[in-house]
């Protein structure tokens, strides 16, 4: 099939924009039929090198450090947002008004208006975006998806998920953009709980209402005294508080009927990338987690009491498994679902219709999240305003 090239950039090259050129560089190994071949035009990063380094070692054609080069290239035809959050505002609606397609990464800025904002852009402008909500992404949870529309599980009564991890749990962890009301928002819940909130509503459907707690249980760290990447590490520097929360949880009411715990944490000891969720109904329960990414745990029938549950490998046949894989119970990984990402954002810029997370998930998502910050500040249940 052929196939015609569309050049994109790439503004914000820390891990999760190396992650989106790997991505672009895959997607037609794994989607051969793909209609658009991604060609890497240009690169921008304001730390000093960052960005002719990922032109030398990927081949962007070109670099800078200004994000703005790359939104006036007139040659560039899509651009991949994966700046700090308080930047995805500025950076979207600049793109979408350039009319360029937008892959940006979630949670799109800091506040529902923020993803408002960029929806409206590129709503306007009528070009397509994708938004990293990546773990809907995993065949697994495709067919957990399936399994749950199909009615095998009965009913949806209750459900919890739940996404830990440790990445800031050290206490020289750095006092990094991300522990910064200003620019990185509500900490854990942009982070961590924005794709808890993407999976409830893909799966479940839409939240009522919810009441929330938040903590902060590491007030303090130190400030670098230079440019960090990912999560870095200082100590002997002089020390911040730290002005977001470190961990959050939520009551849901969803509008089925069915309740649902969502909790995140970043803090959590013990916990790397615990991400998942545990969904039960009148005729069965479903889990998953996604350091087991390929499984499912599965219980279904007529027994109600004493259910057997079974581990399930997922394989071809479940969501993109098989443009990976030849056979169940070999491995995806968690580049893989970008990859899919990619796919889905490439193909909805050839056909002209959203495919797979959107802008607008992106404005589901942080309604929650704000529901989820009144609710704490109230101290009651809160309706999210989508």
Same mark, same amino acid.
């Given at each position: 099939?052929?196939?015609?090239?569309?050049?994109?950039?790439?503004?914000?090259?820390?891990?999760?924009?190396?992650?989106?050129?790997?991505?672009?560089?895959?997607?037609?190994?794994?989607?051969?039929?793909?209609?658009?071949?991604?060609?890497?035009?240009?690169?921008?990063?304001?730390?000093?090198?960052?960005?002719?380094?990922?032109?030398?070692?990927?081949?962007?054609?070109?670099?800078?450090?200004?994000?703005?080069?790359?939104?006036?290239?007139?040659?560039?035809?899509?651009?991949?947002?994966?700046?700090?959050?308080? @930047?995805? /505002?500025?950076?979207?609606? !600049? +793109? &979408?008004? #350039?009319?360029?397609?937008?892959?940006?990464?979630?949670? =799109? *800025? @800091?506040? /529902?208006?923020?993803?408002? !904002? +960029? &929806?409206? #852009?590129?709503?306007?402008?009528?070009?397509?975006?994708? =938004? *990293?909500?990546?773990?809907?992404?995993?065949? !697994? +949870?495709?067919? #957990?998806?399936?399994?749950?529309?199909?009615?095998?599980?009965?009913?949806?009564?209750?459900?919890?998920?739940?996404?830990?991890?440790?990445?800031?749990?050290?206490?020289?962890?750095?006092?990094?953009?991300?522990?910064?009301?200003?620019?990185?928002?509500?900490?854990?819940?942009?982070?961590?709980?924005?794709?808890?909130?993407?999976?409830?509503?893909?799966?479940?459907?839409?939240?009522?209402?919810?009441?929330?707690?938040?903590?902060?249980?590491?007030?303090?760290?130190?400030?670098?005294?230079?440019?960090?990447?990912?999560?870095?590490?200082?100590?002997?520097?002089?020390?911040?508080?730290?002005?977001?929360?470190?961990?959050?949880?939520?009551?849901?009411?969803?509008?089925?009927?069915?309740?649902?715990?969502?909790?995140?944490?970043?803090?959590?000891?013990?916990?790397?990338?615990?991400?998942?969720?545990?969904?039960?109904?009148?005729?069965?329960?479903?889990?998953?987690?996604?350091?087991?990414?390929?499984?499912?745990?599965?219980?279904?029938?007529?027994?109600?009491?004493?259910?057997?549950?079974?581990?399930?490998?997922?394989?071809?046949?479940?969501?993109?498994?098989?443009?990976?894989?030849?056979?169940?119970?070999?491995?995806?990984?968690?580049?893989?679902?970008?990859?899919?990402?990619?796919?889905?954002?490439?193909?909805?810029?050839?056909?002209?219709?959203?495919?797979?997370?959107?802008?607008?998930?992106?404005?589901?998502?942080?309604?929650?999240?704000?529901?989820?910050?009144?609710?704490?500040?109230?101290?009651?249940?809160?309706?999210?305003?989508?």
């Amino acid at each position: 099939m052929s196939s015609r090239p569309l050049r994109v950039g790439v503004i914000g090259f820390g891990w999760m924009g190396r992650v989106h050129t790997q991505a672009y560089a895959r997607v037609r190994h794994h989607f051969p039929d793909l209609p658009l071949t991604p060609v890497l035009a240009a690169v921008a990063d304001d730390v000093p090198g960052r960005a002719a380094e990922a032109a030398e070692v990927f081949g962007f054609a070109g670099h800078t450090t200004d994000w703005r080069d790359v939104v006036t290239d007139p040659d560039v035809e899509a651009v991949s947002v994966t700046a700090p959050n308080f @930047l995805h /505002r500025e950076i979207g609606t !600049a +793109v &979408a008004r #350039a009319g360029k397609h937008l892959w940006i990464e979630k949670p =799109v *800025g @800091l506040t /529902r208006d923020d993803a408002a !904002a +960029v &929806a409206e #852009a590129a709503a306007a402008a009528n070009v397509r975006t994708a =938004v *990293g909500f990546n773990y809907r992404n995993a065949p !697994a +949870v495709d067919r #957990a998806r399936e399994l749950i529309a199909a009615g095998e599980l009965g009913t949806v009564t209750h459900a919890r998920f739940r996404f830990f991890s440790d990445y800031a749990a050290h206490p020289d962890g750095a006092l990094s953009w991300r522990f910064e009301r200003a620019r990185g928002g509500n900490g854990v819940l942009g982070d961590l709980a924005s794709h808890a909130a993407d999976l409830v509503w893909f799966l479940l459907g839409d939240i009522g209402s919810l009441v929330a707690d938040t903590a902060v249980f590491v007030p303090e760290r130190a400030r670098p005294t230079g440019a960090t990447s990912g999560h870095s590490r200082v100590s002997g520097g002089e020390r911040g508080p730290v002005e977001n929360e470190d961990y959050a949880s939520a009551q849901l009411r969803l509008v089925s009927g069915a309740r649902a715990t969502l909790e995140a944490s970043r803090v959590a000891v013990g916990e790397q990338n615990a991400y998942g969720f545990e969904i039960h109904g009148t005729a069965g329960a479903v889990t998953w987690d996604f350091r087991r990414m390929n499984e499912l745990v599965v219980g279904r029938g007529t027994a109600y009491q004493d259910q057997a549950m079974s581990t399930v490998f997922v394989g071809p046949g479940a969501g993109d498994y098989a443009a990976f894989q030849p056979g169940s119970a070999s491995a995806m990984g968690y580049d893989d679902l970008k990859v899919i990402e990619a796919r889905n954002f490439l193909q909805s810029v050839h056909d002209g219709r959203p495919l797979g997370a959107t802008v607008e998930d992106a404005v589901r998502s942080a309604a929650v999240l704000d529901a989820m910050v009144e609710s704490v500040e109230s101290g009651s249940w809160t309706a999210p305003r989508m």
